[in-house]
């Protein structure tokens, strides 16, 4: 397999990661804030919560790492550039 297949792979399997780890933690909140659980239970949640809260954020922080933004050259040229992260909708050059 060569490394193009295997960055597929990794990928897919993020993204199954964060979409798994973000339907938990809606679970969790939902659960929550019905608040009629025990308090042990309630704990528990709340610790599983900030578990997948926390894989989560990592997750997106490792896909906003490979982000990149095309951006137009003086020439009238696309080109590949690091994301920025001061940049916003409105500054976009695209």
Known sequence: MNESNNN???NNESE???EKDLQKLENIVSKLERGNLP???AMQLYEDGIGAYKNCSKLL???ESKVIKLVESLNGELEEAELDHN???NNLNL
Do not use: M, T, Y
């Open 61 to 63: 922080r490792n896909a």
């Open 87 to 89: 940049d916003n909708e």
């Open 8 to 10: 597929s792979i990794k």
């Open 39 to 41: 308090l042990d239970e």
């Open 16 to 18: 199954g990661e964060f």
